[in-house]
């Protein structure tokens, strides 16, 4: 199976600020079907990106997604106060489906 | 509005066995892949099964593969994960999700709250 790495485990940022986070994979995810997920305490995981850089509906445009390969990111432009939670990312190209182990973004 | 509700979350003991249920309604489900998805108390998400619209086409995680069965009920637009031979790692919150309509191969969209499933002698 794909064994997902994602870094840093968490990222201190301030609201305004730049975030970017990592996801690393052991082996190339076919056709970049990579997602990325926003999950808040207590709440369902909400999908963000799919297929490594297609924003799903209602995702604002200051989250983007880019790479192929092994190596792929999720950037937040500009973070937002509702921005602050924690990211995962997922591989759906191979089965079995695999997930990171999360990126907290917390404020700083 | 997409809804998916799960139901059948319990203590059970170790080698004991629960059935989950998800509901769903919002969209025509027949016509949808679905997924369960756990969560163990502070842990990040472990994919478990998919099967897909006509329910004749299942995958499972390696940690589930022979002790879970996904199943669906097109008529009662309902997804089913039976779970026998349980185990203390097992111990996790689990949701089920719709798969995203987009062509080919397609990640989660929608995901319900979960059910809390708890394996402790």
């Known amino acids: 199976e794909i064994v997902l790495t994602q870094s840093p485990g968490t990222l201190s940022l301030s609201p305004g600020e730049r975030a970017t986070l990592s996801c690393r994979a052991s082996?190339?995810?076919?056709?970049?079907?990579l997602a990325w997920y926003q999950q808040k305490p207590g709440q369902a995981p909400r999908l963000l990106i799919y297929g490594a850089s297609s924003r799903a509906t209602g995702i604002p445009d200051r989250f983007s997604g880019s790479g192929s390969g092994t190596d792929f990111t999720l950037t937040i432009s500009r973070l937002e106060p509702e921005d602050f939670a924690v990211y995962h990312c997922q591989q759906y190209g191979s089965p079995p489906r695999t997930f990171g182990q999360g990126t907290k973004v917390e404020i700083k | 509005e997409v809804q998916l509700l799960e139901a059948g979350g319990d203590l059970a003991q170790p080698g004991g066995s629960l059935r989950l249920s998800c509901a769903a309604s919002?969209?025509?489900?027949?016509?949808?892949?679905m997924s369960w998805v756990r969560q163990a108390p502070g842990k990040g998400l472990e994919w478990v099964s998919i099967t897909n619209s006509g329910g004749d086409r299942t995958y499972y995680a390696d940690s589930v593969k022979g002790r879970f069965t996904i199943s669906r009920d097109n008529s009662k637009n309902t997804l089913y994960l039976q779970m026998n031979s349980l185990r203390a790692e097992d111990t996790a919150l689990y949701s089920c999700a719709r798969v995203q309509d987009c062509g080919g191969a397609c990640p989660e969209d929608y995901w319900g709250r979960g059910t809390p499933v708890t394996v402790s002698s």
């Open positions: 082996q190339s995810v076919s056709g970049r079907h």
């Open positions: 919002g969209f025509t489900f027949g016509t949808y892949a």
